[in-house]
């Protein structure tokens, strides 16, 4: 059946008129062009497919590398398939030569996308894997009985470098359904409006399935038979979503990311240690850890087992450093917890009884940042003892431990983690992604980090990138600039305090004076360090953003900090107070609504009242 599938797409008529691309491998590449194109609804009534910009760059990025397989040597074959299409198109009078140029300059800028997107082994699909590895064989693509003998002699599921079996499966499922979308919609559409060149699919195409017609197509496009194998006799060898139970948790944790982030492409912190258990798999590991979480949501459970999923996502969320069970449980009870210790590391002791007690009141206090009583911490006993209870059934499955009032994930805890969130495609780097990062990523990320993670990560990305006079300059140069004019751009200079002022190179410092935003921090830090400054060099921008800064910090003595700052300076509180609003106009406007200080009227906050009587909401 697969040689009567799709066959009026034009393809022995474009191959009759380009003798030169007649080879093997261009065949195949005008075959998956003209259909893909066909599917997406190009033209056909000049006989072949019409080639649009858009709807080169779909197939070029999105299609291609989801459905076909072919060898590097293989990839100039699809855009030398689609210049010629323009040129057989515009013969049959149906473009010009403007929109051929175009179309054709088009071609020519996907290019690197599109061999970049081919050999990207995030793009593998089961049977763009398999077809890789069988032609790397020697296997003729073409042999279906070739095919099923090298299915029969493989020796097991072997993931490309980078990726697990779960990614596979997962692209897989997707391909699938976007292939089985686009033969159901070219087959509506065909129904709804038939084109002159007559249907695409008939349908006793249609009567077999759309699953089956697209495994049909990407044998076409990969290797003869191999799909039907893989559904077949050797299905062990590509596993569907029922051979990853773990799913559930992991798309639990996706939705715990969600929650906190609304994005799944912002990052968590990595962990602090490169986990790695080469005797354990972490596919049995995440079963064990998905079961575990599933056992405890029932009804027997404890008051806290229910939040297992949530208190494991938090844990990695902190970059895996130690949390207190009295603490969180003084969360879920709803203590005044200081929001500064939210996220403040734990050390954990050497030992300690097996039992559960809730700590001493000097050290509770400490933990909450409150003042805490005998009377309060008897209240949280019960709660803490059942976060105990909950954090120590999680500890039987070997990826969580607890040692008294500390707990937290253990080096397998982290890879399986670590493996369940990406699988589910939440950024989730290591430390190696972190330290290939340029400044402004690492400072973006790192703002939404919590103050341990933050530390941590930026000295680790330093040192990797040498400690150098550029690599410091980079950092602190994006410290003023990414979110600026944003909610996130306080937070983003409350960064330069997670850094080791007295590891700052001298000439990194100085070649940030000038800086519109950081010059006055750098100014502070080589007077501090007793160095020589050329305070002439500091902005007024630099000067009124650390006054903003310092007027965040200081509640109780606003007024004085700000009349203090504005002493001996030009144009006075009123000059300050319209450089604060100019160059941050969030923050001040917080902080002058503190003080009843009207917001003065400037560009920035005029284009600010204008996108939030747009929106109706205030902007971010």
Not at 469 to 479: F, I, T
Not at 521 to 550: K, N
């Amino acid at each position: 059946m697969a040689g009567t599938v799709l066959t009026n797409t034009g393809l022995d008529a474009f191959l009759d008129g380009t003798p030169e691309l007649r080879d093997p491998s261009s065949v195949r590449a005008a075959d998956a062009v003209l259909a893909l194109l066909c599917l997406r609804g190009a033209d056909r009534r000049s006989g072949l497919p019409e080639p649009s910009v858009e709807l080169v760059r779909r197939l070029l990025v999105e299609d291609a590398p989801a459905f076909v397989y072919a060898t590097p040597e293989e990839l100039a074959a699809y855009p030398a398939v689609l210049v010629a299409l323009t040129t057989r198109v515009r013969e049959a009078g149906r473009l010009n030569g403007k929109r051929q140029a175009r179309i054709v300059a088009a071609v020519e800028d996907i290019v690197p996308d599109f061999e970049r997107a081919m050999k990207d082994a995030a793009n593998y699909t089961w049977q763009r894997w398999y077809a890789s590895l069988l032609r790397a064989d020697g296997t003729d693509p073409a042999d279906p009985a070739a095919v099923r003998a090298w299915l029969a002699g493989h020796d097991g599921v072997r993931p490309p470098d980078g990726l697990n079996r779960a990614d596979l499966m997962n692209r897989t499922d997707v391909a699938d359904s976007l292939l089985a979308d686009a033969l159901t919609g070219a087959y509506v559409r065909e129904a709804e409006s038939p084109s002159p060149a007559g249907p695409l699919l008939a349908d006793a195409d249609v009567s077999h399935g759309v699953a089956k017609l697209g495994g049909l197509l990407v044998d076409r496009w990969t290797a003869e038979g191999l799909s039907g194998a893989l559904t077949g006799p050797y299905a062990h060898l590509a596993p569907g979503p029922e051979a990853f139970p773990h799913l559930v948790l992991a798309d639990t944790l996706l939705d715990e990311h969600l929650n906190y982030y609304e994005d799944s492409s912002i990052p968590l912190p990595p962990p602090p240690m490169e986990a790695h258990e080469p005797q354990r798999s972490v596919e049995a590991g995440a079963d064990l850890l998905a079961a575990a979480v599933e056992e405890m949501k029932g009804e027997a459970g404890g008051l806290y087992d229910g939040e297992a999923a949530h208190l494991l996502y938090a844990l990695y969320q902190r970059g895996a450093c130690a949390e207190s069970v009295a603490r969180r449980a003084a969360e879920f009870e709803d203590w005044p917890v200081d929001p500064r210790l939210e996220d403040a590391p734990v050390l954990v002791p050497a030992n300690a009884p097996e039992t559960y007690a809730v700590p001493p009141l000097e050290e509770l206090s400490r933990l909450t940042g409150t003042e805490a009583t005998e009377e309060a911490r008897a209240a949280l006993e019960p709660g803490a003892r059942a976060m105990a209870d909950t954090v120590d059934r999680l500890a039987r499955t070997g990826m969580v431990f607890r040692t008294g009032d500390a707990f937290g994930l253990t080096p397998w805890g982290v890879e399986v983690l670590h493996y369940l969130l990406r699988v589910r495609w939440v950024a989730a780097p290591d430390g190696k992604e972190t330290a290939a990062w340029d400044a402004p990523t690492v400072i973006a990320a790192a703002e939404g980090w919590s103050a341990s993670a933050a530390t941590r990560v930026l000295a680790e990305w330093l040192h990797a990138h040498g400690d150098s006079v550029d690599a410091w300059s980079a950092l602190l140069g994006a410290l003023g600039t990414v979110h600026a004019g944003t909610f996130e751009a306080a937070g983003t200079r409350a960064l330069f305090g997670f850094l080791d002022p007295a590891a700052v190179p001298v000439e990194a410092l100085r070649g940030a004076l000038d800086d519109p935003v950081m010059g006055a921090y750098a100014y502070g830090v080589l007077r501090a360090r007793g160095e020589s400054a050329d305070e002439t060099l500091v902005p007024a921008s630099a000067r009124a953003v650390l006054v903003l800064d310092r007027l965040a910090r200081h509640v109780d003595d606003r007024r004085t900090v700000l009349d203090t700052a504005a002493a001996g300076r030009p144009g006075g509180v009123d000059a300050l107070v319209a450089e604060m609003a100019a160059v941050d106009p969030y923050l001040a406007e917080r902080i002058l609504g503190a003080l009843r200080i009207p917001m003065p009227v400037t560009k920035r906050t005029n284009e600010r009242a204008r996108r939030r009587g747009r929106s109706g909401r205030r902007t971010r």
